[in-house]
């Protein structure tokens, strides 16, 4: 009862004239971001977050809009994977195996519209579960205390690299790095200045915004400067649409699989959407077995993967909104926003700024609707927007997060700060040194840190509190799995993942 | 000092025959805030508040912008204020006690409270000191009693860093009580004041530590209990209920309060401009109403004591905090 009436405060946010013009402008730029290839959904937001203060929006309506154009992200990856047969991002790899093949069956529009449904389901399904579950998680975060905290991130860093993720080492680099870079400024437990070299913009440390805009979109830019891919790309025309009813109803069980499934893979943290379409995908294939015709264009094979990576990017929220934990490099960079308007996750976020949760959420379910509705009948116009050569995408992204960071502080220090990011994520990119491990070290690093010295202060240095209580000691356990698994499991996974990759050729 | 600048303001002044013409000094075109902070913080609130009500109150001729310069806690704006703006007399800077803890912290590197024009200060958020609804104190009294017995018998966390605002009120209240060897004190500090709290309502930490403006969530659903108001008298509405820490025996105050500084080197007529100002301000209904919306409660010192505040603020803070060997 009590979320009804919070969801209805919600709908009296999201319904807003104002934040219903973001929502709507967020799933636009997200569907666009999401088909280009090579802009993921973490760059997109992360650019948008200095336009959002630029604008000088509401926290909820900042907020909005920005997990408007993470859902629309999601959506958007799909256009290219079955136009194109290049992800529009990660998770949209699953979608090019049967959404490739549809579309050179001539059968684009089609694939395209049982995408946009399943998506739409997918995504509905996680953000029902996500009002559901959301609150109960929130009010059990009471029960963390620093203990239990440290060891929540713990959990978060040994699962960082993912179930699939390649390479450990580069990945435990890039988080180590991460840490390194939290450590600059005021140290909150003593008070003092830590490499700071009296520089005063240091003493607050490192801005998350200003190190997250530098290393995904400065870097972004520079990788274009070198490839110097100037022309737009060859791709399927697309064919007028003839959809009949019995073929949306017949991948109704199929997204509703795969909204759940995916759901699950979301809320767990370090799995995210990639998993979640990739799992949806193979289930779907078990399920039907010999009856479909998977990899040559069944319309189920897009539907899985798709209401899969939508499920997981909203569950992903969970953690994010209730412990400050994220689950995915884009929900890092949505934490990062949030703590720089001050707002700290958990459970006094859901009473204290209720109206911007639960305007955050309700935005969600509305923002699903223009979602879908953007996607079907207008899926010509991002098309279109698909074949303008990145040339002169490019440097309209780069001149938006310049202007917006220094709207924020009017500081070029902060530009030659982000700029010095932007060089330093190229090189890591080059050594392919994963990002968002960076970001993640960054974001959690002092937190886990504080919550160490928390948990020491109030043990009087005795160590054993951090596998005190029943809480913890499960999350350890969960944090060596986390761990281990991926070593035996992964390389088994990767093998599968990539056998389906080369199929599609 | 008559310059071209001042001779064009006496003109104005002059041309527009404006009632208040005989005051030597008055804003002219554009007045200008410095939020040294982030949009979204209590500096903003207080830049583009109080720019609000002065245009409201015609007290200056057109809008008031407010500025966001972000860094070191205040740092760089004070730096700014200091090295570039020197006689920039209509530039407002919204100040707190975080200021005021910083400088006396030896915080801003090579710089002082005398380096700026202190103006004046508007209201103030007042520091509490509250425990959860089961813990087993029930008034400031028997908290200090543990601690006199045991400086590390309770453990209280906030939202400040070591040495910061809401750590320095639990030393002053300690102090005032008689609690010996204060650096012994636990002190757990956390990005906000609702994340410091969460830990007292989940039950790991002890005690929270504090504004008044922080606690009222917690404190509606009974969660918190405060145990005393650090003000000179209880608070007004609603927070009457709420003792001060004076009226049960322990002398400690503690005020977060807002208000401004001006660059150095303004002429005396501008200062007492908008010194005068601040008084009209904080007098006027338009400010009342936004103060009763915002939590605000009532602080603010008689013109042109508020200079003495801020430098008696400072000292007693540079004391303590070398007291707990924060500083040397």
Redesign the interface.
């Known amino acids: 009862m009590e979320t009804l009436h919070y969801l209805a405060l919600g709908f009296g946010v999201a319904l807003q004239p104002e934040n219903l013009m973001f929502a709507l402008m967020g799933c636009f730029i997200g569907t666009l971001i999401g088909a280009l290839p090579g802009l993921g959904p973490a760059n997109g937001v992360a650019i948008l977050i200095p336009l959002a203060f630029t604008l000088g929006l509401k926290p909820e309506t900042a907020l909005i809009m920005l997990t408007a154009v993470y859902a629309g992200a999601m959506y958007g990856g799909r256009i290219s994977s079955i136009l194109l047969n290049i992800p529009g991002d990660e998770p949209a790899m699953m979608t090019c195996l049967d959404g490739y093949p549809m579309a050179r069956n001539g059968k684009a529009a089609e694939a395209l519209a049982i995408s946009a449904i399943a998506s739409f389901m997918g995504s509905l399904i996680a953000t029902v579960g996500l009002i559901l579950l959301a609150p109960l998680l929130a009010r059990f975060a009471l029960t963390f205390g620093p203990a239990e905290y440290f060891a929540l991130f713990v959990l978060a860093f040994a699962t960082l690299g993912g179930i699939t993720g390649k390479n450990p080492m580069k990945t435990l680099m890039a988080a180590a790095i991460g840490l390194i870079i939290a450590t600059v400024g005021i140290d909150l437990s003593t008070g003092t200045q830590r490499y700071t070299f009296g520089v005063l913009e240091l003493y607050e440390g490192v801005d998350f915004i200003i190190a997250i805009v530098g290393l995904f979109a400065v870097s972004e830019l520079l990788f274009f400067i070198e490839e110097k891919a100037g022309k737009g790309r060859e791709m399927i025309k697309v064919n007028p649409l003839k959809l009949k009813w019995r073929e949306i109803l017949s991948i109704f069980p199929t997204s509703i699989r795969g909204g759940v499934l995916g759901f699950i893979a979301g809320v767990l943290p370090g799995a995210g959407a990639s998993l979640g379409s990739f799992i949806t995908y193979t289930l779907e294939k078990k399920i039907v077995g010999q009856k479909g015709y998977f990899g040559e264009g069944d319309p189920r094979g897009v539907a899985a993967p798709e209401s899969g990576n939508n499920g997981a990017s909203s569950g992903a929220l969970v953690p994010m909104l209730t412990l400050g934990v994220p689950g995915s490099g884009t929900t890092a960079v949505l934490l990062a926003m949030l703590v720089s308007l001050n707002i700290t996750p958990g459970p006094l976020m859901f009473t204290q700024n209720a109206e911007l949760v639960w305007g955050v959420i309700a935005a969600l379910l509305v923002g699903n609707f223009i979602l879908l509705l953007l996607n079907i009948p207008l899926v010509g116009v991002f098309v279109k927007i698909l074949s303008v050569p990145p040339m002169y995408l490019l440097p309209i992204v780069t001149m938006v997060a310049f202007v917006g960071i220094y709207s924020i502080s009017h500081s070029t220090f902060d530009l030659d700060f982000m700029i010095a990011f932007g060089v330093a994520g190229y090189i890591l990119r080059k050594l392919e040194i994963p990002l968002v491990p960076v970001i993640l070290g960054l974001l959690l690093g002092p937190e886990m840190e504080k919550n160490l010295r928390h948990a020491m202060q109030i043990s009087d240095g005795d160590w054993s509190i951090l596998w005190s209580s029943p809480l913890s000691i499960g999350l350890w356990l969960v944090a060596i799995i986390g761990l281990v698994l991926p070593v035996i499991v992964g390389p088994i996974l990767r093998r599968r993942m990539q056998a389906a990759k080369e199929k599609v050729g | 000092m008559i310059s071209a600048k001042t001779l064009k303001w006496v003109a104005a002044a002059a041309l527009t025959l404006t009632a208040s013409s005989a005051m030597a000094f008055e804003p002219s075109g554009k007045v200008e805030c410095i939020a040294p902070s982030?949009?979204?913080?209590g500096w903003d609130f207080t830049c583009r508040s109080v720019g609000n009500v002065l245009e409201e109150l015609d007290l200056v001729p057109a809008s008031v912008q407010t500025?966001?310069?972000?860094?070191?806690?205040g740092?760089?704006a004070f730096?700014h204020t200091v090295s570039k703006r020197a006689g920039d007399d209509q530039l407002l800077v919204a100040a707190s006690t975080a200021t005021t803890t910083r400088l006396a912290?030896d915080?801003?590197?090579g710089m002082d409270a005398d380096m700026v024009n202190w103006i004046g200060a508007v209201g103030a958020d007042y520091g509490i000191i509250g425990v959860a609804k089961d813990s087993p104190y029930h008034n400031l009294n028997e908290l200090m009693d543990a601690m006199k017995d045991d400086p590390?018998a309770v453990?209280f966390a906030g939202g400040s860093?070591?040495?910061?605002w809401d750590h320095l009120k639990v030393l002053i209240a300690a102090k005032a009580a008689g609690v010996e060897n204060l650096p012994r004190i636990?002190y757990?500090?956390?990005?906000?004041g609702?994340?410091a709290?969460?830990?007292v309502?989940?039950?790991?930490?002890d005690a929270f530590t504090g504004d008044i403006s922080e606690a009222q969530?917690f404190m509606e659903?009974g969660d918190l209990r405060v145990l005393a108001v650090l003000s000179d008298e209880r608070l007004p509405g609603d927070l009457s209920d709420i003792p001060t820490a004076k009226e049960q025996g322990i002398d400690a105050v503690g005020p977060n309060w807002r208000g401004f500084y001006m660059p150095a080197d303004i002429d005396d007529d501008a200062k007492q401009y908008w010194v005068d100002a601040m008084d009209k301000l904080y007098n006027s209904d338009q400010w009342k109403k936004v103060m009763k919306s915002n939590g605000l409660m009532p602080f603010h010192p008689e013109s042109g004591e508020f200079d003495a505040f801020v430098q008696q603020q400072i000292e007693d803070i540079h004391s303590l905090s070398q007291e707990i060997g924060?500083i040397q």
């Open positions: 982030d949009p979204g913080g500025i966001n310069m972000a860094g070191a806690g740092g760089v730096a912290q915080q801003f590197p590390r453990k860093a070591n040495g910061g636990p757990l500090s956390y990005n906000n609702g994340e709290m969460t830990q309502i989940g039950g790991h930490v969530g659903s924060l």
